[in-house]
């Protein structure tokens, strides 16, 4: 049993490892990609809106699909669909064909994510203690690993085919063999009565719907606008604009490789204020910032403190619906990127308008509104994170490989 959850946690890991990745050598070669199909500045975020707006269409579908087939199964397809959209996104010679290549890719991802962070959740279940962190820190080393490929690629003036075909050669066999390992979850708690479709359901999820919205509206100001404010406004190089979202991406990784130890320590709810108390340090101190340097503190901070919300976000909604984990993983999984959609406008909008500086504050507040709704992070039943964790791994008795 100890060896096939290992394996099982080990190969879910490389499955975000390779998401991470994945998705980061799309986003961080838009640019490129502009160029060589010649999208319009008009036309691009149509472009760009479309793959988040397929990707719920994609999460939606997976709430319907997990009902006859295994997340495990859906996770293994959907991610060799999302490499092949890569690639072709690289190879395509028309819009059209660009078209086709997003649109699959955005379908594919909302599957994969939702199937991820399913199989998440019913591990961590399973194990009886918090591991989903550990799980979102290989998704942001994958995307470490990918955005460093993606400044490869642009240094050497490659070919997007160029870029992307060794990455999609090596990571597509790579997941797929890595799937034959996958753990699916043991079914609901005995006792579980489960989640009931209806309005019920979305009440009691509202809190972590709108956690996982305000958390993304302030990873999406990260990603979209941290090198445009530090060199507009904080008068930075052009240069040195570009570090802040590498340094974000490092904090990140660093506060998810110690996240669960501190969900064990001082349980998720402790853990949830800390990370919105210092993530809205962190836009503060952007916000205020007398120059670049002390802006790049405040992007370290919010690194810190959002990397922690998210995979918390997932794991409570499959506390509190024990017995319907995956339904409450997809529909939660919906307003991730809701939070894309709504962030990188929203922070623009304010700054044309208003200021850049007092644009940050937005975000800020959005992110301490999850003070409010701490408490729904707190463990049911399981008690794990909360000085009750089940002692050792191999204790859990239940059936969990789903072979």
């Known amino acids: 049993m100890t060896d096939v959850l290992r394996r099982g946690r080990a190969s879910l890991a490389f499955g975000f ?7 980061a050598l799309l986003v961080t070669r838009i640019p490129a990609i502009q160029d060589r199909y ?15 707006i397929l990707a719920g269409v994609g999460s939606v579908t997976t709430e319907q699909l997990v009902k006859r087939v295994r997340p495990s199964r859906l996770l293994r397809w959907s991610q060799p669909v999302v490499l092949l959209a890569l690639l072709g996104v690289g190879l395509g010679g028309n819009m059209a064909e660009l078209a086709v290549a997003l649109a699959a890719f955005g379908l594919a991802v909302g599957a994969l994510d939702a199937s991820m962070n399913m199989l998440g959740v019913s591990l961590q279940r399973t194990y009886g203690r918090s591991i989903m962190l550990g799980f979102h820190a290989a998704y942001s080393l994958g995307g470490i690993v990918g955005a460093s490929l993606a400044w490869v690629g642009a240094h050497g003036h490659l070919a997007l085919w160029v870029s992307y075909l060794p990455v999609v050669a090596v990571l597509l066999p790579a997941t797929l063999i890595g799937s034959r390992w996958y753990v699916d979850g043991s079914g609901p708690e005995p006792d579980a009565k489960g989640a009931e479709s209806g309005p019920l359901v979305f009440r009691l999820l509202l809190p972590l719907c709108l956690v996982m919205t305000f958390a993304y509206i302030g990873d999406s100001t990260v990603s979209n606008w941290s090198a445009k404010y ?62 670049a340097w002390v802006g790049m503190l405040g992007f370290t901070l919010l690194g810190l403190g959002l990397c922690v919300l998210v995979p918390q976000t997932f794991a409570a909604a499959g506390r509190l619906f024990p017995g319907a984990s995956d339904t409450a993983v997809a529909r939660l999984n919906i307003f991730n990127y809701v939070g894309f959609l709504i962030g990188s406008p929203l922070v623009g909008a304010l700054g044309d308008a208003w200021s850049y500086r007092g644009a940050m504050l937005v975000p800020m507040a959005l992110v301490l509104v999850t003070l409010v709704y701490a408490r729904s992070f707190a463990p049911g039943a399981d008690r794990y994170g909360d000085g009750h964790e089940r002692p050792r791994t191999a204790d859990v008795g239940r059936g969990s490989n789903g072979l």
């Open 17 to 23: 490892f390779a998401q991470g990745a994945t998705f």
């Open 230 to 291: 530090l060199q507009d406004t904080l008068g930075s190089s052009e240069q040195l604009a570009t570090v802040p979202y590498n340094v974000y991406m490092v904090t990140t990784l660093l506060g998810r490789s110690i996240g669960d130890f501190g969900v064990r320590r001082f349980g998720a709810v402790a853990v949830v204020r800390l990370g919105a108390l210092v993530a809205a340090l962190g836009f503060a101190v952007v916000a205020g910032a007398p120059g």
């Open 38 to 52: 010649g999208v319009s500045d008009a036309l691009l975020p149509v472009f760009l809106a479309a793959v988040p």
